[in-house]
Every structure is written in structure tokens, then in C-alpha cells.
């Protein structure tokens, strides 16, 4: 398994005051994904500075306060969402992988109460690239 993205995720019902939090800080905002499923329902901005650095914050209505976790994309979700899994991560969503045939992604609670939102990108023909992930 390579991970292939490792940066902060902001996880937040409003997304306003990080963003411009950030925005002060020399981020820009590079890209925008939206979904409204069952399974998943958020706004995330993906943002960078001059320097590389990238952080995502994400509005989930569903959230009752802000908390921090780590997006992590991988080329190898099974792998990775095992290896989690073997040291006491948890699915907050049971056994539910959001799939929506270019991504999956499962946000993952580890025993001391830290986030991966573990994420698979794969295009159209099978190939996997690391665009913006979502959090479920």
C-alpha cells in the first residue's frame, strides 16, 4: 500500500470562519467537492500555499462540533482499511465504505479518539489518481 496524500482534514458544521482562517494564512482555495447521499453529505474545499502544504476543511451539518483528523489517500483501500482496522480503528459508519464508483472512502476512529478519513481515488479506467477525497 503507497498513501499518496497525508494532510490535516477540518471537520466542521461551518466551514466559513476555517476558511478564512486559512485563507489569512496564504492558502487558496484549489478545489471544491460536494456530495448529499445517504451515506455522505458534505461540502469540502481543498486548499494550498505557496510552500506545497494542503489542508482540507469540511462542512458536515452532521457534525455536532469542529474536530480535526488526517485525509489519507492510499492506492489500496483494502489493505489499508485492514490495517487500520488491526490496530483498533473503527468505521463510524459500521461496515458502510462510501462507493461512488471513482472514489471509496470511510472515516476511521482510532481507540484514542484521532480520525483518518481514508480515502481510494480511482478514475474511469481503474487508475488511481489523488484528487480531492470526501470523509463519510
Not at 7 to 28: V, Y
Not at 34 to 41: F, P
Not at 96 to 106: M, Q
Amino acid at each position: 500500500m503507497k498513501i499518496t496524500t497525508f494532510n490535516p482534514l477540518i471537520i466542521t458544521p461551518k466551514a466559513d470562519d476555517s476558511i478564512a482562517l486559512f485563507e489569512a494564512l496564504g492558502f487558496e482555495r484549489k478545489h471544491k467537492t460536494e456530495s448529499d447521499t445517504d451515506v455522505t453529505a458534505y461540502t469540502s474545499i481543498r486548499m494550498k500555499n505557496a510552500d506545497g502544504f494542503h489542508v482540507d476543511v469540511t462542512e458536515n451539518a452532521r457534525v455536532p462540533q469542529t474536530m480535526t483528523a488526517i485525509r489519507m489517500n492510499v492506492d489500496n483501500f483494502e489493505e489499508a482499511y485492514e490495517l487500520l482496522k488491526a490496530r483498533g480503528f473503527v468505521n463510524t459508519k459500521g461496515d458502510t465504505i462510501a462507493d461512488n464508483g471513482s472514489s471509496r472512502a470511510a472515516m476511521m476512529m482510532s481507540p484514542s479518539g484521532f480520525g483518518i478519513s481514508l480515502i481510494q481515488h480511482i478514475g474511469k479506467e481503474g487508475w488511481v489518481h489523488t484528487m480531492l477525497g470526501s470523509w463519510s
